[in-house]
């Protein structure tokens, strides 16, 4: 079955610093994947898509990168500020287009001042 | 102001009893899903649906059905709830634009005694 996996454990960096999320996935190549942010007791906010074609996507401070054959993509946010800490979750699209999603499980990070 | 909305935000009730959670978006999307967030499993899907009277099984649908008879409305019902249906439950619908981009409700609490 598919699986998709992120940190599972906090990731903590000094403000100013960049940090850098994994997420890995299995038995799929997905149409895209997207990048979402989470804060405690809220839904999920949506940061950022790469398609299967897409090496690299850049918004502000945010940049993905997408790598099919190590099924892997990776989620840095440079000059980090206290503001960013939240969680993060990657979510694969398993249906080419027509929006059936599977999220990994997320990682915490933790900028502090 | 573009948003998802669901109701009720919070609910506590016991087993057998049904229940339905309301979810409205203004947006005027096609796609919408349902889903439930665990801790340690992060979201995973319920059900979703690319337009009126179009649904599909999500990764765990089982004592859940939905209905979309309208495009703005994506009720969840639970015909017999059960303890381990106690979750945080997100309604979501999506552009579709460039992005697939998902908009998230608030978020509904709910406690199966």
């Known amino acids: 079955s598919q699986k998709i996996e992120q940190n599972s454990e906090a990731l903590n960096i000094q403000e100013g610093k960049t940090a850098t999320l994994t997420c890995n996935y299995t038995?799929?190549?997905?149409?895209?994947l997207q990048w979402y942010r989470q804060d405690p007791g809220r839904g999920p906010v949506f940061l950022l898509l790469?398609?299967?074609?897409?090496k690299e996507k850049r918004k502000e401070r945010l940049k993905v990168t997408f790598d099919t054959t190590l099924k892997q993509s990776l989620f840095h946010i440079t000059a980090s500020q206290p503001a960013d800490s939240a969680t993060y979750l990657c979510?694969?699209?398993?249906?080419?287009?027509?929006?059936?999603?599977?999220f990994g499980a997320g990682t915490r990070l933790a900028v502090h001042p | 102001e573009a948003q998802v909305t669901q109701n009720p935000r919070y609910l506590i009730t016991v087993t057998g009893k049904k229940l339905t959670v309301t979810c409205s978006q203004n947006?005027?999307?096609?796609?919408m899903s349902w889903y439930r967030q665990d801790p340690g499993l992060g979201l995973r899907q319920i059900y979703y649906?690319?337009?009126?009277?179009?649904?599909d099984k999500g990764d765990v649908p089982e004592g859940y059905k939905v209905s979309r008879k309208e495009k703005r409305n994506f009720p969840l019902i639970l015909e017999s709830p059960s303890p381990n249906q106690t979750s945080l439950y997100f309604c979501?619908?999506?552009?579709?634009?460039?992005?697939?981009?998902?908009?998230f409700g608030p978020g509904t609490r709910l406690t199966v005694l």
């Open positions: 979501a619908s999506t552009s579709s634009g460039s992005h697939n981009e998902q908009f």
């Open positions: 038995n799929y190549s997905p149409a895209y």
């Open positions: 790469i398609r299967e074609n897409e």
């Open positions: 979510a694969l699209d398993l249906s080419g287009g027509y929006n059936k999603l599977i």
């Open positions: 947006m005027n999307h096609e796609y």
């Open positions: 649906s690319m337009n009126v009277e179009v649904t």
